[in-house]
């Protein structure tokens, strides 16, 4: 199993020990171009989340926002395509989802992108490293 699929099996487990209702969207064909992996429902209202899970965010205290992913439709990255109302990014060694809503993560990065460290991937995929303390207040929930 995938990193990506370990960490959205645990979110959906986690949700669910909230109380939260989760319904799995990853593999639905109308989803995908969105980049939506889950439907949530408190009771309240529903949103939609997009899971990333990350190998090295515990050491590296960073994010890697994806702009550009040459498997991907047009090249883009997730973060340029993405529908979804809130980012999960886990941290996969310590089991952790940080919660931010992708508009605000959006308004960060158009603001902060000229400062922002570039990385890139052994499979082509090129983003930002966007440090967890320089968004912290952007983090309204942790889940663990």
């Known amino acids: 199993m995938s990193i990506g699929k370990e960490g959205e099996k645990l979110f959906a487990q986690l949700m669910r020990g909230q109380g939260v209702n989760v319904t799995d969207v990853s593999g639905n064909c109308n989803y995908w171009h969105k980049d939506i992996d889950f439907i949530i429902d408190n009771g309240k209202d529903e949103r939609t989340v997009e ?12 994010m890697y926002i994806e ?9 883009k990255g997730w973060f340029l395509f993405c529908q979804a109302d809130y980012l999960a990014y886990g941290d996969a060694i310590n089991k952790r989802y940080y919660f931010i809503r992708l508009k605000e993560l959006r308004e960060y990065v158009a603001e902060h992108y000229l400062f922002l460290r570039e990385a890139s991937t052994y499979d082509g995929s090129r983003g930002f490293l966007i440090p967890l303390e320089d968004v912290a207040d952007l983090i309204f929930f942790t889940l663990e």
């Open 51 to 62: 899971v990333k899970n990350d190998s090295r965010i515990y050491k590296t205290g960073n």
């Open 67 to 75: 702009t550009a992913n040459p498997r991907s439709a047009g090249g």
